[in-house]
Nanobody
Framework: VQLVESGGGSVQAGGSLNLSCTAS????????IGWFRQAPGKEREGVSI????????FLANAVKGRFTMSSDNAKNTVYLQMNSLKPEDTAVYYC????????????????????WGQGTQVSVSS
């Protein structure tokens, strides 16, 4: 599996960015794909995950109401539309994938995901 991310950049607070992640080499329709992020000096945290099998989408509380995740299953691509960005959203955003059905109780654990993209930087200035 290869994950290719795009769409990072620098914006002012209140601005928007749209990240995309395309997965190749995927061997099953039962997978979870989405985004983690790591801010400077902080641990990685789950942002949003899409469960391909049942279409469920999980969002971290910190981004609910501002970030929206969508998918194009035919292209094995997911998008993260980030609106009303805040300086605390500044981080490297990583696309992740694993062959399992994401669950509400565990989607945010990084050990759940075997495949990681190279990361894309998102910087939000105040």
């Amino acid at each position: 599996v290869q994950l290719v991310e795009s769409g990072g950049g620098s914006v002012q607070a209140g601005g928007s960015l749209n990240l995309s992640c395309t997965a190749s080499g995927v061997a099953s329709d039962n997978y979870a794909i989405g985004w983690f992020r790591q801010a400077p000096g902080k641990e990685r945290e789950g942002v949003s995950i899409f469960s391909r099998r049942d279409g469920e989408i999980f969002l971290a509380n910190a981004v609910k109401g501002r970030f929206t995740m969508s998918s194009d299953n035919a292209k094995n691509t997911v998008y993260l539309q980030m609106n009303s960005l805040k300086p605390e959203d500044t981080a490297v955003y990583y696309c992740v994938l694993d062959y399992h059905q994401a669950l509400a109780s565990s989607w945010y654990f990084e050990y759940e995901y075997d495949y990681w993209g190279q990361g894309t930087q998102v910087s939000v200035s105040s």
